[in-house]
C-alpha cells in the first residue's frame, strides 16, 4: 500500500511552510503518485497552506532523534519537525470510545508526534483569547479542506503528526457484519467476507439490555474457512450491542456497536459531530467524527473526474491543479438495482450529503409506516426529520386496503417504538394532506453549507421491492422550480394534519 499525506502550514508567498500546523498520513492503495499545494488562505498576517501527495509505502517515522522528516511525505517540503512527546492508540468507529473517532471509518492503530511548533507561534499567540478568532479560521479553513471537524475535539492534535496503521481493508467497508433474523430475532450471528476465510480471527461480542444490564459476554473463534459465526443463546429485551474483533495474534483489528430492536439489527455508523450515551454517572457528550462512508483515498490515474462517487475534496484539488472552475459541481444520480443492490447502498447514498445539524424534508405521497424502520438506517441524532404523505389513495405497489386512520395510528406506535434507538424521534414531524394533494416524490436536504433537493423514481417504502430504484440530484432552473413546487406544498402543512408529535383538542 502506499500513503495518501496532508501537511498543514501557516507562511508567506516566500516561505509556504514557515510554521507547521498539522499533518496526516493514511494508507491508500494507489499506485498513481503526486505531489500538489495550495492556498486555503488569509489568517492574520500569514495564509494557510495545504500540502497533498501521495507516496510509495513508508515506514513508522523513525524519531530516535526526535524529528519527523517532512520531505519523505512531500517532496516540496523542506522541513522537519521536532518531536517532544510521542503516543500511540487506538481509533474505532464505536460510539463507547471516548477517543476522537478513526479518521478513515475504521478500527486503526495512530502513531501520534507531538511538536510545541503550533502553540509557541509568536509567543503563543493561538493561546490568547483575542486570538481566538484567527484559530477558529484555521479549523475552519481545515475542516473544508480535509473533510475533519477541526472545529470539535480535533483542534487537539494542532501542531501533531499522525501516521496511521489500517488493515487492508481500509479503503472498503470493513468485513464483518453483525445481524439478528426475524424468525430468531434474539440469536445474533456474525459474517465475514470470504476474502479472509483463511485467516483465524476472535470475536468477542458483548449485548446489553435497556437498563446497561449484560445479556451476554462470549468469545468465539472464526477457524479457517469459517465465513458465519453463531451465538446461539436466546437473550429477551435487548437494546444494543458491541463486538471486538482480534487477530491471532491478539491484536485488535475492527471493532463496532449497535442497536437492535424486534429483530431489526442497525449498523451503528456515526456521522453527528456529538454522540450523547449514558453512563453509570449521567450522560456523557462525547465527539465523533465517523463518516458512514470510509473516506475515499483512492488516486485512480485518469477517471478521477469522471467518477461522481469519488471523494469530493480530491475532484476539488484534481480540479485546482488542472485550473478547472471551481464554482462547477456535478449532479449527483444514482441507479440502484433490485436483483444487485440492497436498501442499505441506498441509505449510504443519501447520507454521504448530510451534514451535522441538517434537515430533511421527505415529500412522498405513500411513505408508509413501515418506512421509519428504513429510515433508521440513516443513524444520526443530529438530524431532523420532516415527512410529508398524502394518504387517501391506497398506494397502488403495496395493495394495503387499511384506512387513513388505521394507518395513522399504526405510525404513531411505531414511532415510540423507536424512541430509544439511534433514530432522531425527538427531531421528527410529520404531515398527511390527505387525499390527491401531489405525486411527485423527493428528498430535500438542507444545511449551514448549501440545500440540495433529490427526485426518487418511486416510493421509499417500495425500496428494491418491484421496481429497480433511482436517485438523482436536481440542478439550476430545475432544483429552483422543484422546491418552489415543495414549498407550495408546505404551505398546506397545518396542526390539524400533523400526524406527529400529536396534536391536542384539533
Not at 464505536?94 to 509567543?123: A, C, K
Not at 480530491?314 to 449532479?331: A, Y
Request: neutral net charge; aromatic residues 12%; hydrophobic residues 35%.
Amino acid at each position: 500500500m502506499g500513503r495518501a499525506n496532508w501537511l498543514y502550514f501557516l507562511g508567506t508567498k516566500s516561505n509556504k511552510c514557515e510554521l507547521f500546523v498539522y499533518g496526516i498520513s493514511l494508507p491508500t492503495s494507489s499506485g498513481f503518485c503526486f505531489n500538489h499545494k495550495h492556498d486555503l488562505g488569509k489568517i492574520g498576517n500569514k495564509r494557510l497552506y495545504a500540502f497533498e501527495s501521495v507516496t510509495n509505502d513508508i515506514n513508522i517515522p523513525d524519531i530516535s532523534n526526535n524529528v519527523v522528516q517532512l520531505n519523505i511525505y512531500h517532496k516540496d517540503l523542506n522541513k522537519d519537525v521536532f518531536i517532544v512527546y510521542k503516543n500511540k492508540y487506538i481509533q474505532s468507529n464505536e460510539p463507547d470510545d471516548v477517543r476522537i473517532e478513526s479518521p478513515i471509518g475504521q478500527t486503526v492503530y495512530v502513531n501520534s508526534y507531538y511538536s510545541l511548533e503550533f502553540y509557541n507561534f509568536n509567543n503563543g499567540m493561538f493561546l490568547k483569547e483575542e486570538n481566538k478568532e484567527l484559530l477558529l479560521l484555521i479549523l475552519s479553513k481545515m475542516e473544508q479542506d480535509s473533510g475533519q471537524h477541526f472545529n470539535e475535539s480535533y483542534f487537539q492534535r494542532l501542531g501533531c503528526f499522525e501516521y496511521i496503521e489500517a488493515m487492508p481493508w481500509a479503503e472498503t467497508s470493513a468485513p464483518f457484519t453483525i445481524s439478528t433474523s426475524r424468525d430468531f430475532p434474539n440469536k445474533y450471528s456474525i459474517k465475514r467476507d470470504k476474502e479472509y476465510l483463511k485467516e483465524k480471527v476472535f470475536v468477542h461480542l458483548i449485548v446489553y439490555s435497556k437498563h446497561n444490564d449484560v445479556l451476554l459476554d462470549e468469545f468465539k473463534i472464526f477457524k479457517e474457512n469459517t465465513c458465519e459465526l453463531q451465538f446461539d443463546t436466546e437473550i429477551y429485551n435487548d437494546t444494543k450491542y458491541k463486538y471486538s474483533i482480534f487477530d491471532s495474534q491478539g491484536k485488535l483489528i475492527y471493532k463496532d456497536s449497535g442497536y437492535c430492536m424486534l429483530g431489526l439489527s442497525l449498523q451503528m455508523n456515526i456521522i453527528s459531530d456529538t454522540v450523547k450515551i449514558n453512563s453509570a454517572d449521567g450522560i456523557k457528550t462525547i465527539s465523533a467524527y465517523t463518516p458512514t462512508k470510509p473516506i475515499d483515498i483512492h488516486y485512480p490515474a485518469n477517471q478521477i473526474i469522471q467518477d461522481i462517487d469519488s471523494n469530493i475534496n480530491i475532484i476539488k484539488n484534481i480540479k485546482k491543479s488542472q485550473n478547472i472552475n471551481l464554482r462547477e459541481s456535478f449532479p449527483q444520480q444514482k441507479w440502484f438495482d433490485k436483483n444487485e443492490n440492497t436498501i442499505q447502498e441506498i441509505f449510504n447514498f443519501i447520507k454521504e450529503h448530510l451534514q451535522y445539524n441538517a434537515q430533511i424534508l421527505i415529500v412522498d405521497p405513500f411513505i408508509s409506516p413501515e418506512s421509519l424502520e428504513l429510515l433508521m438506517n440513516i443513524n444520526n441524532t443530529s438530524i431532523s426529520i420532516n415527512i410529508i404523505s398524502c394518504w387517501g389513495n391506497n398506494d397502488p405497489d403495496s395493495n394495503d386496503k387499511s384506512s387513513t386512520k388505521e394507518i395513522i395510528e399504526k405510525t404513531k406506535a411505531l414511532i415510540k417504538k423507536f424512541a430509544n434507538t439511534s433514530f432522531p424521534v425527538g427531531k421528527l414531524v410529520w404531515h398527511n394532506l390527505g387525499k390527491d394533494n401531489f405525486h411527485d416524490r423527493f428528498i430535500y436536504i438542507s444545511s449551514q453549507k448549501e440545500d440540495k433537493i433529490f427526485l426518487l423514481s418511486n416510493s421509499i417504502n417500495n425500496l428494491l421491492k418491484h421496481y429497480n430504484f433511482v436517485i438523482s440530484e436536481l440542478k439550476g432552473v430545475t432544483k429552483e422550480k422543484a422546491i418552489k413546487y415543495i414549498n407550495n406544498i408546505k404551505t398546506n402543512c397545518r396542526e390539524m394534519n400533523r400526524i406527529f408529535p400529536e396534536v391536542e383538542n384539533v
